[in-house]
């Protein structure tokens, strides 16, 4: 079967960190960029971070800037989320998701996605 798997969320109080990761089985991710999304309580979906097939291109959306890191093990077929300085804000549902881009590209954001976990719930809380 075909899927993306996340895990690793948790409650952790502000100012504290955790890492999300995001497992593929069934096909190779070493040719999918991946995005990260999340999606609050009552709030749209919105993006949070994405990673080239070879992660080499990286990029973050304002509000995790300098605070999270994206990062990939192509060899264990796996994405990460390190998050850091964690705020109440950041309580959400973390989904990733992967489409299939060529090795060279320079950009890792894509207007859809093949496949979507059922995504990890991250709780900040004091």
């Known amino acids: 079967q075909l899927q993306l798997v996340e895990s690793g969320g948790d409650l952790v109080h502000p100012g504290g960190s955790l890492r999300v990761s995001c497992v593929a089985s069934?096909?190779?991710?070493?040719?999918?960029?991946v995005a990260w999304f999340r999606q609050g309580p009552g709030k749209v979906r919105e993006t949070v971070s994405c990673?080239?097939?070879?992660?080499?291109?990286?990029d973050y959306s304002e509000p995790v800037k300098g605070r999270f890191t994206i990062s990939r093990d192509n060899a264990k077929n796996t994405v990460y989320l390190q998050m850091d300085s964690l705020q109440p804000e950041d309580a959400a549902d973390y989904l990733c998701?992967?489409?299939?881009?060529?090795?060279?590209?320079?950009?890792?954001?894509?207007?859809?996605?093949?496949?979507w976990g059922q995504g990890t719930r991250v709780t900040v809380s004091s």
């Open positions: 998701a992967a489409v299939l881009l060529p090795s060279s590209t320079k950009v890792c954001w894509a207007s859809g996605y093949s496949f």
């Open positions: 069934g096909f190779a991710l070493d040719k999918y960029s």
């Open positions: 990673i080239s097939p070879t992660g080499g291109f990286t």
